[in-house]
């Protein structure tokens, strides 16, 4: 039980190219999330999706876009890289939203990017 | 528009001593808190949570409080190790209509001293 994991672990990119981050969990979980992180500075959450086919934007989806064709997999694709985008992003996962308690979201390792 | 805010970028404390790591939120919909720990190079762990029905929850070294007329929780640990040095963030839920997103504060770095 490998838990999320992420690919690459770091990326460097020339402003203008495009690639995909991707995230794969293998806990079965239907919710998952994209968030990225600036220094000094809380996540931010892009793109959520609650089940395979469905996804919304969340607080910072510009440049962003993202797939759920099965329930392990959710990439980030960025089109058009630009210098703001350099951060640290990190895919999360959580069973479902409950009722009256949060379901634990598992965290991968995240994803370093460096757009020059 | 920061509706988690943690103000303290920084705490270092000894050893042995308490730690108390504090967050305030703006938007009274939050109904559910977390506290989330992160080590370099990894990503956050979930520590510890309380729902805005209780004012207190504890679980080991860890203890959640939260007042909900101040807007305010914080998180003690008791006794402080030196295993504990990492960036606590804390986070907000608003648990039946947000799909399990959270909003983030922006963590406070920990350092416990030998």
């Known amino acids: 039980n490998a838990g999320v994991t992420q690919t690459p672990k770091f990326r460097i990119l020339k402003i203008g190219q495009s690639m995909t981050l991707q995230c794969t969990q293998d806990?079965?979980?239907?919710?998952m999330y994209w968030y990225r992180q600036d220094p000094g500075m809380g996540l931010k959450l892009i793109y959520y999706s609650v089940g395979a086919g469905i996804t919304d934007k969340g607080e910072v989806p510009n440049g962003y876009n993202v797939s759920r064709s099965t329930t392990e997999d959710f990439p980030l694709r960025l089109e058009l890289a630009a210098p703001s985008q350099t951060s640290v992003y990190f895919c999360a996962s959580t069973r479902g939203g409950g009722a009256t308690y949060q379901e634990t979201q598992y965290f991968g390792p995240g994803t370093r990017l460096l757009v020059l | 528009d920061q509706q988690v805010k943690q103000n303290s970028p920084s705490l270092s404390v000894q050893e042995g001593r308490i730690s108390i790591l504090n967050c305030d939120y703006t938007n009274s919909m939050f109904d559910y808190f977390l506290w989330y720990k992160k080590y370099p190079a990894e990503g956050p762990t979930f520590l510890i949570s309380i729902s805005s029905i209780k004012d207190k929850n504890e679980d080991g070294r860890f203890t959640v409080f939260l007042n909900k007329s101040a807007k305010h929780l914080s998180l003690h640990i008791v006794p402080s190790q030196p295993g504990d040095s990492a960036v606590y963030f804390c986070?907000?839920?608003?648990?039946?209509?947000?799909?399990?997103?959270?909003?983030f504060g922006q963590g406070t770095i920990l350092t416990v001293h030998p």
């Open positions: 986070a907000a839920s608003k648990l039946v209509t947000s799909y399990g997103k959270l909003t």
């Open positions: 806990m079965n979980h239907n919710y």
